[in-house]
């Protein structure tokens, strides 16, 4: 099956500086990926939308200023949080899929612990 | 507005049959995905239906009627390791996943 990577597993940051998550598709061309926010013991939450090549698209809510999605390429999403919080600390989750019609393939999942 | 429902947390027994119910209200309809989520993992996929009908794939199985927006994911032969939350989306006619908030399974031995 599709292989979604994601780096870092985990990282913990102090407050105030940045955090780049890169999710790269191993096996297959992405032209959509997102970019999912979960908190503990809540369902997924999408911050933003990536197709390659295009700016992403960000669910209502979410500061674009603040998390900065960049889609370089038909393998690789990074998501950029800038200037985090305690607040921030979450699960990032990617997916990736080929087409409209694929399922999405999840990375493994980053987790976030701002001190 | 779009919506889906599903049970909170259901319990059942090792070696039981167990039936998660999902209903949708989506701006059109591409399909339904099942996905399973392992506490502080990535969700998984299990099962993707557009037609109406059954999909038996091992001891999971996915049914959807499009007419009444509603769709179960049938899990036979329950095992210890199927405790985790089961995850119902939507795709809506955006081809954009609408997320239930999961239903968590306990499986009890």
């Known amino acids: 099956g599709a292989v979604v990577s994601q780096h870092p597993s985990w990282v913990i940051c102090k407050s105030g500086t940045s955090v780049k998550i890169e999710c790269r598709s191993l096996d297959f061309q992405a032209t959509t990926m997102f970019w999912y926010r979960q908190f503990p013991k809540q369902s997924l939450m999408l911050m933003a939308t990536?197709?390659?090549?295009?700016?992403?698209?960000?669910e209502q809510g979410v500061e674009k200023d603040k998390f900065l999605i960049n889609h370089a390429s038909l393998t690789l999403s990074t998501l950029t949080v800038t200037s985090a919080h305690p607040e921030d600390s979450s699960f990032y989750i990617c997916?990736?899929?080929?087409?409209?019609?694929?399922?999405?393939?999840f990375g493994p999942g980053t987790r976030l612990t701002v001190l | 507005g779009q919506n889906i429902d599903q049970p909170t947390e259901m319990t059942a027994t090792e070696g039981a049959i167990v039936q998660i119910n999902c209903t949708y209200q989506?701006?059109?309809?591409?399909?339904l995905f099942w996905y399973q989520q392992h506490a502080g993992e990535a969700p998984t996929f299990l099962s993707y239906?557009?037609l109406d009908g059954l999909e038996e794939k091992g001891r999971f199985s996915s049914f959807l009627s499009r007419s009444k927006g509603y769709s179960y994911l049938l899990l036979k032969e329950l095992q210890m390791k199927d405790s985790a939350s089961y995850l119902c989306?939507?795709?809506?006619?955006?081809?954009?996943?609408?997320w239930g908030a999961g239903t968590k399974l306990i499986i009890k031995p």
């Open positions: 989306a939507a795709l809506d006619s955006n081809y954009q996943l609408i």
């Open positions: 989506t701006s059109g309809f591409n399909g």
């Open positions: 990536s197709n390659e090549g295009s700016k992403a698209t960000y």
């Open positions: 239906n557009v």
């Open positions: 997916s990736a899929r080929e087409t409209e019609f694929n399922e999405q393939f």
